[in-house]
Nanobody, 123 residues
Framework: QPQLVESGGGLVQPGGSLTLSCAAS????????IGWFRQAPGKEREGVSC????????NYADSVKGRFTISRNNAKNTVYLQINSLKPEDTAIYYC????????????????WGQGTQVTVSS
């Protein structure tokens, strides 16, 4: 079965950094746009960032622009999210998802979803 697995989450202090990874198995990630989403307790899931299959096009939510960087290594079948200057409001479960199309808003139809990795920002 096609599968996405997120890793790299953890507990960090405000201002700290994390790198999240999204590894694909059972399908070739190079054919897909990858989006990162997050969901905090009591809140709706929101789009964070997305990257086109070739890595040329990217987009970020206003709340993370300038702090988060999305990248991909298709040879490793993996997409990354570098998170800097973490804030308490970044605390959420972070999910990656794969889509056939690139959406400039990052919102659209995603075929595969991972189970998520927890990011907690606290002093």
């Amino acid at each position: 079965q096609p599968q996405l697995v997120e890793s790299g989450g953890g507990l960090v202090q405000p201002g700290g950094s994390l790198t999240l990874s999204c590894a694909a198995s059972g399908f070739t990630l190079a054919y897909y746009t990858i989006g990162w989403f997050r969901q905090a307790p009591g809140k709706e899931r929101e789009g964070v960032s997305c990257i086109s299959s070739g890595g040329i096009s990217t987009n970020y939510a206003d709340s993370v622009k300038g702090r988060f960087t999305i990248s991909r290594n298709n040879a490793k079948n993996t997409v990354y999210l570098q998170i800097n200057s973490l804030k308490p409001e970044d605390t959420a479960i972070y999910y990656c998802a794969a889509a056939r199309l690139f959406y400039t808003s990052c919102s659209g139809k995603y075929d595969y979803w991972g189970q998520g990795t927890q990011v907690t920002v606290s002093s």
